[in-house]
Each structure stands twice: as structure tokens, then as C-alpha cells.
């Protein structure tokens, strides 16, 4: 049996679950969150989504003058509280991951937890993971705060 890692990380809302759970299907939210300069230094090529069950995800960004290209498939959707999809980056297949988000509504918000299963070496990478996934929660959480607080101050 090859080697697999499992990062599981959490992360508090101030927004309503439904308002998180679309951030994860939308291009333009994606842009915002998980991908381009505001995550690392890289920038987004492409962003291709089909957010239903047996949908592509594939998102292009270039790193340090190489491009990596992720791709997946969405395998559970159930608005507002779970998504599943694999997910791997072209240079690494047969490796694939295996996201599973989770996210509960509470008072004044939601949580999210998230579990990344990887297989292959993934076992290797699993403090990297959490960090990356901890820092693209993190900034998904500001830019969601901003947007409700911009959409309040305007109403």
C-alpha cells in the first residue's frame, strides 16, 4: 500500500453556510481565495468549474514560470453543508487527493472543517497542506466578511 496523508483543519465564518459553500463552486470566488497572488506568488491562467455531481474542476495557475494545472471532479454536493470532489495537479497523477468540506451553520455564522486525504506521497506534505489550506481558509473568511460588510454598508 503506497503512502497517504490526511490534514483536517477548521475554520470559523461570520456568514451564513450557503454564502461559504458557493465560494467553493464559483470562478470569480476562487480567484479571490484559493488561487493567484493573494495566496502566493503565482497567477491564474485558467478556471474552469462544473459545480454539479460528476462536474470537471480544473484551475491553471503559474508558478515560478511553470504552470500547474489542478484538476478534479465533484462527487457530493448538498448545499449548504457538504462538498466533495477529488483532486490532484496534472504533474502528480496517478496521485489523487480527496477533499471533503463540512460545513455546519451556527449562531452568527458557520464552521467549516476540512479533510484532505492524499494518496500517493502524500504523507510527505501533509504540514504543507495544512498550512496552505489553514491561509486560503483564512483569506476565503476575510473576503467573505468584506463582501457581507460591503453589502450591509450599501443596503
Keep these: ?5 490526511r490534514v483536517v483543519v477548521s475554520q470559523r465564518f461570520a456568514v451564513p453556510a450557503e ?26 491562467v485558467r478556471r474552469e468549474f462544473e459545480p454539479y455531481v460528476g ?3 480544473s484551475f491553471a495557475v503559474e ?16 448545499r449548504p453543508g457538504l462538498l466533495v470532489f477529488r483532486w490532484t495537479a496534472l504533474d502528480t497523477l496517478p496521485d489523487t487527493s480527496r477533499l ?13 472543517t476540512l479533510t484532505h486525504v492524499m494518496s500517493g506521497n502524500g504523507a510527505a506534505f501533509t504540514d ?19 463582501k457581507n460588510t460591503l453589502t450591509l454598508n450599501v443596503s
Design 19 to 44: 454564502s461559504v459553500f458557493d465560494a467553493w463552486l464559483a470562478p470569480e470566488w476562487i480567484g479571490r481565495w484559493m488561487t493567484g497572488r493573494t495566496v502566493r506568488d503565482e497567477r491564474v
Design 63 to 78: 508558478r515560478q514560470g511553470v504552470e500547474v494545472d489542478h484538476v478534479g471532479k465533484y462527487l457530493e454536493l448538498d
Design 128 to 146: 504543507q497542506a495544512a498550512g496552505s489550506w489553514r491561509k486560503m481558509l483564512r483569506a476565503l473568511a476575510d473576503e467573505l466578511l468584506e
Design 100 to 112: 471533503i468540506v463540512e460545513i455546519i451553520p451556527s449562531v452568527g455564522g458557520c464552521d467549516l
Design 1 to 5: 500500500m503506497s503512502p497517504s496523508g
Design 55 to 57: 462536474g470537471r474542476i
